[in-house]
């Protein structure tokens, strides 16, 4: 029995179409295969062409190129430039600031030379240095005898002083031309009210009748007390002798005292020999002038120029049945012939009762250059006046 050839195992390429011819390979060829002969192929058979696809013939799969995805590289490109190029520029600002501060630091410090000798270094516009180049500067107000005064109802007392040519740093460092006036002021409102100063000027002069300013403006609550420090920049030759403090207030009168010495007794305030009763029928009451004074402070305010404060106390007591209306009409200051009325009051509500008596304040403002005034007591067409003298 002949052998049958045996056929190859299926895949996926099919077998080749039979009007096809076997294909030829290199001999030996497959047993019970014969070659072509001379009139092979057929009469009119026609070559398959490129788009010619065998009966159950599939193509072999190509491989499957794999899909790119992520964010491309030329775009992280783009992104890195611009935070290289940001690192920079902090990087360089940062070496930049660190060699300004080192800068500065050496030309405001002391440098040491190889032979042992001390340099101070100019910078900033003026020459700073060490204590064993630059001579420290150190002048201190003594604390007694208290240096104080009053400006608005305000007590104001000197609680430190000093000039000084020390620049703040550490280790400790002086300049050779320039110094300041470091002025430490205790404020205490001893009144029931606020108290405030507005729109003030404090200035030091000093002997050569150079003067140093600072704006002041200040607030202290009732019964209430502060420090405040005030900073002048004053030349390294000042000193305390024959320096004043002075407080002002645009068309107020100012207040000057000493920095070298004892504060003189304040003028102000001056009590007046002023007295006086009034005993008036309709309505039907008392009024007792008891003391009278002058100042230059009055309700937290400070007289104008050449004016001053004229503070009565005064005691009233009615008898009329249903009380009695006091208000400030009951009160005018007659100077040379011409009536005024009060600058401000204080009338206690109980003011006018039946039998109750009461102490109010009355405040004019007079001329300082003003001799005498007369008190006027009461209603119109029932006034009675007392007179006051005004020489101090």
């Keep these: 029995m002949s052998q049958q050839p045996q056929n190859p195992p299926p895949s996926n390429y099919g077998s080749p179409p039979p009007t096809q011819p076997p294909p030829y390979g290199p001999p030996p060829y497959q ?29 072999p799969a190509q491989p499957v190129q794999p899909t790119k995805s992520g964010f491309p590289v030329w775009a992280i490109f783009l992104i890195a430039i611009p935070v290289v190029v940001v690192a920079g520029c902090l990087i360089l600002s940062l070496v930049v600031s660190s060699l300004a501060s080192h ?33 420290p500067i150190q002048l201190d107000v003594p604390a007694t005898p208290v240096r104080s005064f009053t400006y608005a109802g305000l ?9 000084s040519n020390q620049v703040l740093s550490n280790p400790p460092r002086y300049r050779a031309d320039a110094a300041h006036i470091d002025l430490t ?6 009144t029931p009210r606020g108290i405030s100063i507005n729109s003030g000027l404090l200035q030091i002069t000093l002997a050569d009748g150079s003067v140093y ?17 005030y900073t002048f920049d004053v030349p390294p030759t000042a000193t305390w002798s024959k320096a004043q403090l002075s407080l002002s207030q645009v068309g107020k009168e100012p207040v000057t005292i000493p920095l070298d010495a ?3 007794a304040a003028a102000y305030p001056v009590t007046l020999a002023a007295t006086g009763v009034l005993n008036l029928k309709s309505p039907n009451v008392d009024y007792t002038l008891k003391s009278a004074r002058l100042d230059l402070d009055s309700a937290g ?21 249903n009380g009695a209306y006091i208000g400030d009409d009951n009160f005018r200051l007659i100077i040379d012939g011409t009536p005024q009325a009060p600058d401000n009051t204080d009338i206690p509500l109980p003011t006018g009762r039946s039998d109750q008596t009461t102490d109010s304040t009355i405040v004019f403002l007079v001329p300082d250059s003003a001799p005498s005034a007369m008190l006027q007591l009461g209603e119109k067409g029932q006034a009675a006046t007392i007179p006051i003298n005004l020489k101090k």
């Design 31 to 59: 047993p019970g295969y014969q070659q072509p002969g001379p009139g092979y192929p057929p009469q009119g058979y026609q070559q398959p062409g490129p788009s010619y696809q065998q009966p159950g013939y599939y193509a």
């Design 103 to 135: 800068a500065i630091d050496s030309a405001a410090t002391a440098v040491s030379d190889g032979g042992g000798t001390i340099n101070a270094v100019s910078g900033g516009g003026g020459t700073v240095g060490a204590a064993a180049q630059v001579a």
């Design 155 to 163: 007590k104001i007392a000197v609680k430190k002083a000093e000039i």
């Design 185 to 190: 002021l205790n404020f205490t409102n001893p």
């Design 213 to 229: 300013k600072k704006p002041f403006d200040l607030g202290v609550n009732q019964q209430d007390t502060q420090d405040q420090t």
């Design 262 to 264: 004892a504060v003189p």
């Design 301 to 321: 305010q400070r007289a104008p120029s050449g004016k001053r404060y004229l503070i009565l106390t005064i005691t009233i007591l009615s008898h009329e049945p």
